[in-house]
Protein backbone atom coordinates (compact mmCIF):
# COMPACT_ATOMS: atom_id res chain seq x y z
CA UNK A 1 0.00 0.00 0.00
CA UNK A 2 2.98 2.42 -0.34
CA UNK A 3 3.99 4.64 -3.66
CA UNK A 4 6.36 3.09 -5.83
CA UNK A 5 8.79 6.06 -5.98
CA UNK A 6 11.30 3.96 -7.40
CA UNK A 7 9.20 2.28 -10.57
CA UNK A 8 7.38 6.42 -11.28
CA UNK A 9 10.73 7.73 -11.24
CA UNK A 10 12.05 5.27 -13.86
CA UNK A 11 9.00 5.37 -15.82
CA UNK A 12 8.90 9.61 -15.65
CA UNK A 13 12.54 9.28 -17.31
CA UNK A 14 11.20 6.74 -19.96
CA UNK A 15 8.10 8.87 -20.62
CA UNK A 16 10.44 11.92 -20.92
CA UNK A 17 12.99 10.32 -23.30
CA UNK A 18 10.01 9.14 -25.44
CA UNK A 19 8.35 13.05 -25.65
CA UNK A 20 11.66 14.48 -26.15
CA UNK A 21 11.96 12.16 -29.26
CA UNK A 22 8.33 13.24 -30.51
CA UNK A 23 6.53 10.56 -29.02
CA UNK A 24 3.49 11.83 -27.31
CA UNK A 25 2.38 10.15 -24.15
CA UNK A 26 -0.84 10.08 -21.99
CA UNK A 27 -0.69 8.27 -18.33
CA UNK A 28 -3.74 6.61 -17.08
CA UNK A 29 -2.93 5.52 -13.49
CA UNK A 30 -4.33 3.60 -10.81
CA UNK A 31 -3.48 2.23 -7.07
CA UNK A 32 -5.18 5.51 -5.46
CA UNK A 33 -7.78 3.03 -3.67
CA UNK A 34 -4.16 1.25 -1.47
CA UNK A 35 -2.86 4.60 -0.70
CA UNK A 36 -6.15 5.57 0.91
CA UNK A 37 -6.31 2.28 3.00
CA UNK A 38 -3.33 3.39 4.24
CA UNK A 39 -4.61 6.11 5.82
CA UNK A 40 -7.62 4.41 7.09
CA UNK A 41 -5.99 1.38 8.51
CA UNK A 42 -7.66 -1.27 6.40
CA UNK A 43 -5.66 -3.91 5.80
CA UNK A 44 -7.92 -5.37 3.38
CA UNK A 45 -10.00 -4.15 0.67
CA UNK A 46 -13.47 -2.24 1.98
CA UNK A 47 -16.32 -4.48 1.18
CA UNK A 48 -18.27 -1.39 1.27
CA UNK A 49 -18.00 0.49 -2.02
CA UNK A 50 -18.39 4.13 -0.08
CA UNK A 51 -15.09 3.49 1.67
CA UNK A 52 -13.59 2.30 -1.37
CA UNK A 53 -14.51 5.69 -3.10
CA UNK A 54 -13.28 7.67 0.18
CA UNK A 55 -10.34 5.35 -0.11
CA UNK A 56 -9.78 6.73 -3.75
CA UNK A 57 -10.45 10.39 -2.50
CA UNK A 58 -7.51 10.34 -0.21
CA UNK A 59 -4.90 8.28 -2.54
CA UNK A 60 -5.78 10.45 -5.78
CA UNK A 61 -3.64 13.43 -4.58
CA UNK A 62 -0.68 11.28 -2.85
CA UNK A 63 -0.48 9.31 -6.51
CA UNK A 64 -0.43 11.90 -8.16
CA UNK A 65 2.38 14.32 -6.52
CA UNK A 66 5.41 12.15 -6.97
CA UNK A 67 4.63 11.39 -10.87
CA UNK A 68 4.63 15.71 -10.96
CA UNK A 69 7.79 15.87 -9.48
CA UNK A 70 9.71 13.41 -11.32
CA UNK A 71 8.54 14.52 -14.78
CA UNK A 72 9.55 18.04 -13.15
CA UNK A 73 13.03 16.68 -12.95
CA UNK A 74 12.88 15.86 -16.32
CA UNK A 75 11.86 19.01 -18.04
CA UNK A 76 8.15 18.10 -17.99
CA UNK A 77 5.34 18.52 -16.49
CA UNK A 78 1.96 16.42 -14.87
CA UNK A 79 -1.46 17.23 -15.00
CA UNK A 80 -4.12 15.89 -12.85
CA UNK A 81 -7.07 15.09 -14.92
CA UNK A 82 -9.84 12.84 -14.07
CA UNK A 83 -12.61 10.96 -15.83
CA UNK A 84 -15.95 9.13 -15.68
CA UNK A 85 -17.41 7.17 -18.09
CA UNK A 86 -20.32 8.88 -18.40
CA UNK A 87 -17.72 11.74 -19.93
CA UNK A 88 -15.94 9.33 -22.30
CA UNK A 89 -19.21 7.73 -23.75
CA UNK A 90 -20.56 11.41 -24.84
CA UNK A 91 -19.07 12.21 -27.76
CA UNK A 92 -19.06 16.11 -27.55
CA UNK A 93 -17.67 15.69 -23.79
CA UNK A 94 -15.07 13.20 -25.13
CA UNK A 95 -13.96 15.66 -27.82
CA UNK A 96 -13.75 18.43 -25.35
CA UNK A 97 -11.47 16.19 -22.95
CA UNK A 98 -9.59 14.91 -26.24
CA UNK A 99 -8.61 19.04 -26.87
CA UNK A 100 -7.04 19.55 -23.67
CA UNK A 101 -4.89 16.51 -23.34
CA UNK A 102 -3.56 17.62 -26.79
CA UNK A 103 -3.22 20.88 -25.49
CA UNK A 104 -1.39 19.59 -22.86
CA UNK A 105 0.93 17.80 -24.60
CA UNK A 106 1.55 20.79 -26.63
CA UNK A 107 3.05 22.68 -23.67
CA UNK A 108 4.60 19.68 -22.13
CA UNK A 109 2.00 18.72 -20.03
CA UNK A 110 1.81 15.24 -19.36
CA UNK A 111 -1.63 14.06 -19.14
CA UNK A 112 -1.81 11.87 -15.63
CA UNK A 113 -5.60 10.50 -16.13
CA UNK A 114 -7.49 8.19 -13.18
CA UNK A 115 -11.21 7.34 -12.86
CA UNK A 116 -13.11 9.73 -10.70
CA UNK A 117 -13.59 6.86 -7.94
CA UNK A 118 -15.34 9.74 -5.64
CA UNK A 119 -17.80 10.69 -7.93
CA UNK A 120 -18.72 7.68 -9.70
CA UNK A 121 -18.35 4.05 -8.35
CA UNK A 122 -18.24 2.17 -11.76
CA UNK A 123 -14.61 1.83 -11.46
CA UNK A 124 -13.03 1.68 -7.98
CA UNK A 125 -12.80 -2.48 -7.97
CA UNK A 126 -11.35 -2.22 -11.12
CA UNK A 127 -7.08 -1.62 -12.45
CA UNK A 128 -8.36 1.17 -15.20
CA UNK A 129 -7.21 -0.91 -18.11
CA UNK A 130 -11.04 -0.59 -20.18
CA UNK A 131 -10.54 3.30 -19.52
CA UNK A 132 -6.90 3.64 -21.19
CA UNK A 133 -8.76 1.84 -23.83
CA UNK A 134 -11.33 4.92 -24.22
CA UNK A 135 -8.51 7.47 -23.74
CA UNK A 136 -6.80 5.60 -26.46
CA UNK A 137 -9.73 5.87 -28.94
CA UNK A 138 -11.06 9.68 -28.57
CA UNK A 139 -6.95 10.56 -28.99
CA UNK A 140 -6.17 8.53 -31.92
CA UNK A 141 -3.42 6.56 -30.53
CA UNK A 142 -1.49 4.05 -32.05
CA UNK A 143 -0.14 2.42 -29.29
CA UNK A 144 -1.51 1.41 -25.76
CA UNK A 145 0.64 -0.01 -23.38
CA UNK A 146 -0.97 -2.05 -20.13
CA UNK A 147 1.64 -2.35 -17.07
CA UNK A 148 1.17 -5.22 -14.94
CA UNK A 149 3.42 -8.02 -12.49
CA UNK A 150 4.01 -10.38 -15.22
CA UNK A 151 5.89 -9.92 -18.56
CA UNK A 152 2.53 -10.98 -20.97
CA UNK A 153 0.09 -13.38 -21.63
CA UNK A 154 1.59 -17.16 -21.16
CA UNK A 155 0.78 -20.53 -22.54
CA UNK A 156 -0.22 -23.46 -20.26
CA UNK A 157 3.64 -24.46 -20.35
CA UNK A 158 4.53 -20.79 -18.82
CA UNK A 159 5.86 -19.71 -22.10
CA UNK A 160 5.64 -16.24 -23.13
CA UNK A 161 2.83 -15.37 -26.31
CA UNK A 162 5.15 -12.61 -27.69
CA UNK A 163 2.43 -11.99 -30.58
CA UNK A 164 -1.40 -11.98 -31.05
CA UNK A 165 -2.86 -11.52 -34.59
CA UNK A 166 -5.95 -13.27 -34.78
CA UNK A 167 -8.66 -12.91 -32.22
CA UNK A 168 -7.17 -12.61 -28.36
CA UNK A 169 -10.16 -13.91 -27.00
CA UNK A 170 -9.63 -17.13 -28.45
CA UNK A 171 -6.63 -16.93 -25.22
CA UNK A 172 -9.26 -16.20 -22.90
CA UNK A 173 -9.01 -20.27 -21.44
CA UNK A 174 -5.39 -19.23 -20.53
CA UNK A 175 -6.72 -16.92 -17.82
CA UNK A 176 -8.62 -19.43 -16.03
CA UNK A 177 -8.69 -20.35 -12.29
CA UNK A 178 -6.93 -23.90 -14.00
CA UNK A 179 -5.01 -22.47 -16.14
CA UNK A 180 -2.97 -19.21 -14.16
CA UNK A 181 0.12 -19.05 -15.01
CA UNK A 182 -0.84 -15.46 -17.07
CA UNK A 183 -1.75 -13.59 -13.93
CA UNK A 184 -1.90 -10.22 -14.14
CA UNK A 185 -5.86 -9.28 -14.37
CA UNK A 186 -4.62 -11.20 -18.21
CA UNK A 187 -8.86 -11.60 -19.14
CA UNK A 188 -9.44 -8.31 -18.89
CA UNK A 189 -6.56 -7.42 -20.73
CA UNK A 190 -7.76 -9.36 -23.90
CA UNK A 191 -11.00 -7.89 -23.94
CA UNK A 192 -9.27 -4.65 -24.03
CA UNK A 193 -6.99 -6.04 -26.94
CA UNK A 194 -9.39 -7.49 -29.29
CA UNK A 195 -11.19 -3.71 -28.95
CA UNK A 196 -7.89 -2.13 -29.80
CA UNK A 197 -7.29 -4.41 -32.42
CA UNK A 198 -11.01 -3.51 -34.32
CA UNK A 199 -10.09 -0.14 -33.69
CA UNK A 200 -6.23 -0.25 -35.36
CA UNK A 201 -4.30 0.49 -32.24
CA UNK A 202 -1.71 -2.25 -31.30
CA UNK A 203 -1.65 -3.18 -27.87
CA UNK A 204 1.44 -3.97 -25.73
CA UNK A 205 0.87 -5.80 -22.36
CA UNK A 206 4.43 -5.86 -20.43
CA UNK A 207 5.57 -6.04 -16.53
CA UNK A 208 5.98 -3.00 -14.78
CA UNK A 209 9.67 -4.21 -14.28
CA UNK A 210 10.97 -3.31 -17.35
CA UNK A 211 11.53 -0.14 -19.26
CA UNK A 212 8.70 1.55 -21.79
CA UNK A 213 11.52 1.13 -24.32
CA UNK A 214 11.98 -2.94 -23.90
CA UNK A 215 8.02 -3.35 -23.81
CA UNK A 216 7.52 -1.45 -26.89
CA UNK A 217 10.56 -3.19 -28.42
CA UNK A 218 8.26 -6.57 -27.28
CA UNK A 219 11.37 -7.54 -25.18
CA UNK A 220 9.50 -8.76 -23.42
CA UNK A 221 5.85 -8.44 -24.08
CA UNK A 222 2.51 -9.70 -25.90
CA UNK A 223 1.97 -7.70 -28.78
CA UNK A 224 -1.78 -7.78 -29.89
CA UNK A 225 -1.65 -6.58 -33.65
CA UNK A 226 -4.81 -4.78 -35.65
CA UNK A 227 -6.21 -7.10 -37.48
Same mark, same amino acid.
Given at each position: ?????????????????? &? #????????????????????????????????????????????????????????????????????????????????????????????????? #???????????? #??? /????????????????? #?????????????????????? &??????????? /??????????????????????????????????????????????
Amino acid at each position: NRINTGFISGFSKDVAEL &Y #DRGTNIIIVRSGAVPIGMRTYGFEEKPKDIVDLQTCAADGEPKLVRPYQRFLEEKGLHGGQVLVTYGQLYNKQRAQKLSNNLENMLRKRTIPLINYD #DANDNKEVRSDN #DKV /SLYIAKITNAKRLVLLT #DVDGLKDEEGNLIKEIRDNPLK &YLYLCTKANSV /SGGGMGIKLMVGAEAQQAGITLYIGNSAHSLYKILSGNPATIIYPR
